[in-house]
């Protein structure tokens, strides 16, 4: 499974970005698919994840109501949308998949088989 993030640059505060991750394989559609992000010197941070039908989403605090993820299983396509950025939101934003179900809720990075190279997000004050 490949994944290729793409959408980030840089944004003045309140301003919107939208990444977009593309996966491989066939199954992209039994997959759950998360975002995380890392600042400089700070660990890989959850941000959102999707259940394989989209019905089930999770965010960490920090995001509720602002970002928002969803999927496109037609495209193998997540998306992120991040509206009314901060400049603490700045990061490079990773994209990750897991195959296998399981019921833990998909909020560490551990949780995921695949990663994307990831995409630098700025937002400045």
């Known amino acids: 499974v490949q994944l290729v993030e793409s959408g980030g640059g840089l944004v003045q505060a309140g301003g919107s970005l939208r990444l977009s991750c593309a996966a491989s394989?066939?199954?992209?559609?039994?997959?759950?698919m998360g975002w995380f992000r890392q600042a400089p010197g700070k660990e890989r941070a959850f941000v959102a994840a999707?259940?394989?039908?989209?019905?089930?989403?999770y965010y960490t605090d920090s995001v509720k109501g602002r970002f928002t993820i969803s999927r496109d299983n037609a495209k193998n396509t997540v998306y992120l949308q991040m509206n009314s950025l901060k400049p603490e939101d700045t990061a490079v934003y990773y994209c990750?998949?897991?195959?296998?179900?399981?019921?833990?809720?998909?909020?560490?990075?551990?949780?995921?088989?695949?990663w994307g190279q990831g995409t630098q997000v700025t937002v400045a004050s």
């Open positions: 990750a998949a897991r195959e296998r179900f399981t019921t833990a809720t998909p909020d560490y990075p551990s949780y995921y088989d695949y």
């Open positions: 394989g066939r199954t992209f559609s039994s997959y759950v």
């Open positions: 999707a259940s394989w039908s989209g019905s089930r989403l």
